[in-house]
């Protein structure tokens, strides 16, 4: 029916007002219209089933004319023809939400570092729909709030952030986080102002009356918490809300693995090629740097240069033992040495024994003599 069937977000707020309005005149119940303000999808349509079950009841009741059945009949099936553009209108925006979230999860494809995926992540739960979003980062068991977002309120976003960042959540204290953590499953918390295991501080600060949590799991544990409230279309949250942004997080899992693994990728070229320098600075000592390129064509390319090509004991070490005595000259430490090799402080240790072994060193002052000796220089730190 073409004038039943709401044509824009407006007509369909009028038409449900005006179906539980005519409904309420008729039956006498007068609670059916909601209170003004905002259209909320999901409370109408609860609504307009109330008005189709109290108008049914009536058509089935005994002492009712023609004309009355006649009128009732009439408004039960505008009732549900609203009832069913409403229902429509909750559908689309639900499948519109789904494909919000894939285009959020292709926007953060661009990202390439771990600070700044965190930092977009609200930004992104905020374009979904939420008016405040909040990721945490989970150590151990406490959840400290990385970033946020609140929609055009500066203010709300950087004191959710302090707050949670100065105090902690802490699983086990926060019933719902601790659920979402041990079960990886995201949660809807309906009574936030009300529940004595919330996170206190966060929750009078925003003020939120319900909430979804996600769990961010990456590398095969939960690393992160993902929150959000009132949705700009109702106001609050529901479960397609825990469901969304639990589908969200589950993308945003993938993202970090892949940021994760680029920044190691990253370190990994670093730190090889700090190794390729300083071989090469010794090789440049030893055999003397390479002059400027001629202008006759070059000959073919001469074989690798081997370990064993250099001035001896230094040929005797090994690609590792060249790597450690790098860091001994440039004055490191077995602790700084190993954290820039991605090794443990044992095995830097015995990496130092067989270095002055090989090279006659009673200490490391020796061997960095030495190496000045035989190279005429000692190599700069690495960096």
Excluded at 101 to 115: D, F
Excluded at 168 to 197: F, I, K
Excluded at 305 to 332: I, M, Y
Aim: proline share 6%.
């Amino acid at each position: 029916m073409d004038d039943d069937v709401p044509a824009d977000r407006h007509q369909m707020h009028r038409a449900v007002r005006d179906a539980l309005a005519r409904t309420a005149e008729l039956t006498r119940e007068p609670g059916l219209l909601p209170a003004r303000g905002a259209l909320d999808l999901r409370l109408a349509d609860a609504a307009l089933h109330t008005a189709e079950r109290l108008l049914a009841a009536r058509l089935a009741g005994p002492g009712t004319d023609d004309e009355a059945q006649r009128r009732l009949a009439a408004l039960l099936i505008a009732v549900q023809a609203v009832r069913g553009s409403v229902r429509q209108a909750e559908l689309s925006r639900r499948s519109a939400a789904v494909g919000n979230v894939r285009e959020a999860l292709h926007r953060l494809q661009s990202v390439t570092t771990l600070a700044e995926l965190v930092q977009q992540v609200p930004v992104e739960a905020g374009r979904l729909g939420y008016r405040r979003a909040l990721i945490s980062r989970l150590q151990g068991g406490d959840w400290t709030a990385q970033a946020a977002f609140a929609d055009e309120d500066p203010w709300l976003t950087a004191e959710l952030v302090r707050i949670g960042s100065t105090s902690p959540g802490r699983l086990g204290r926060e019933l719902p986080e601790t659920e979402v953590v041990r079960r990886r499953v995201p949660v809807l918390v309906r009574d936030a102002q009300s529940n004595p295991r919330v996170h206190r501080e966060l929750v009078t600060l925003s003020g939120t009356r319900c909430y979804v949590a996600a769990p961010l799991v990456a590398r095969g544990e939960v690393v992160a918490l993902v929150h959000a409230d009132q949705h700009q279309d109702s106001g609050t949250v529901d479960s397609f809300d825990r469901e969304l942004l639990g589908l969200f997080a589950e993308g945003l899992g993938l993202a970090f693995e892949r940021v994760y693994c680029q920044e190691q990728l990253r370190a990994l070229r670093n730190r090889l090629e700090d190794q390729a320098r300083f071989v090469g600075d010794v090789l440049d000592g030893v055999l003397g740097p390479a002059g400027p390129p001629e202008a006759v064509p070059a000959p073919p390319p001469a074989p690798p240069v081997s370990f064993q090509q250099l001035r001896w004991p230094l040929s005797e070490l090994t690609r590792r033992e060249l790597d450690v005595l790098q860091h001994l000259c440039a004055g490191e430490s077995n602790a700084e040495a190993a954290a820039k090799l991605y090794v443990s402080v044992e095995t830097v240790k015995t990496h130092v024994k067989s270095v002055l072994r090989k090279l006659g060193a009673a200490n490391r002052a020796e061997a960095v003599a030495l190496v000045k000796e035989l190279t005429g220089q000692v190599p700069a730190p690495s960096r």
